[in-house]
């Protein structure tokens, strides 16, 4: 079974500034695909990058961009010039596609409690 | 804008009753999701479905949840009898067919069960 890790549960950072959070991954699949989701106050799960484990490039939006490590099980998201809005908790999640069927449950990591300091 | 509806937002109970919960997916998806979210455990899956089929509800304590998808617009958990320890946020997601969709799943807003 696949595990997910995330060993900060909590981080802060200042308006402006970058920060990276960390996540590790266990699986014995060569393709799949990763994700970061973000969970404001508000609760709504909201996707914010994903990463097929196929490309090398790593996944880039706007502020937000990942630094996947695939022989070490590493995916890491860098997020730019934080802002009060990225307030939130970050979840780092795997999906093992089925061919031609599409999605599978994602197996999401403990999350990472993000705050960002005005 | 396409999206998840969860209904009701909050629920507040008492040890015993019956709790539904209901889902409408995004027109379209074939894939069906359901995961409770808690302090201490997490994100956990309960439940899912590709086509109505039932897949995987392994995650889900048998003897008191039931989930379901009467219809392709419809999908619902219930919680009969209801205990303390089923007071988390319910969250149901819908994800399309693959090819380049896959992996782009939708959540909605989550339904928060207080059991008193």
């Known amino acids: 079974a696949q595990t997910v890790t995330q060993s900060q549960p909590e981080m802060s950072v200042q308006e402006a500034e970058t920060v990276t959070l960390s996540c590790t991954y266990d699986t014995s699949e060569s393709n799949y695909y990763l994700f970061w989701y973000k969970q404001p106050p508000s609760r709504q799960m909201i996707l914010v990058i994903r990463q097929e484990a196929y490309k090398q490039q790593n996944a880039t939006e706007n502020r937000f961009s990942v630094n996947f490590q695939k022989a070490a099980k590493s995916f890491s998201l860098k997020i730019s010039d934080s802002q009060l809005g990225d307030t939130a908790m970050y979840f780092c999640a795997f999906m093992k596609p089925v061919p031609y069927s599409g999605n599978t449950p994602l197996v999401f990591g403990k999350g990472t409690r993000l705050s960002v300091i005005a | 804008d396409a999206r998840v509806t969860q209904t009701p937002r909050d629920k507040v109970t008492e040890m015993g009753q019956e709790v539904t919960m209901r889902c409408q997916p995004i027109?379209?998806?074939?894939?069906v999701f359901w995961y409770r979210q808690t302090m201490m455990q997490g994100l956990e899956l309960l439940a899912y479905?590709?086509?109505?089929?039932?897949?995987?509800d392994s995650g889900m304590p048998k003897d008191r949840f039931s989930a379901e998808m009467p219809d392709a617009t419809l999908a619902t958990l219930k919680i009969q009898p209801s205990e303390p320890r089923d007071s988390a946020v319910y969250f149901c997601?819908?994800?399309?067919?693959?090819?380049?969709?896959?992996?782009?799943?939708?959540f909605g807003e989550g339904s928060r069960l207080t059991v008193l």
């Open positions: 479905f590709r086509n109505r089929a039932p897949l995987d």
């Open positions: 997601a819908s994800g399309p067919t693959g090819g380049t969709k896959t992996g782009e799943l939708f």
């Open positions: 027109l379209g998806h074939n894939t």
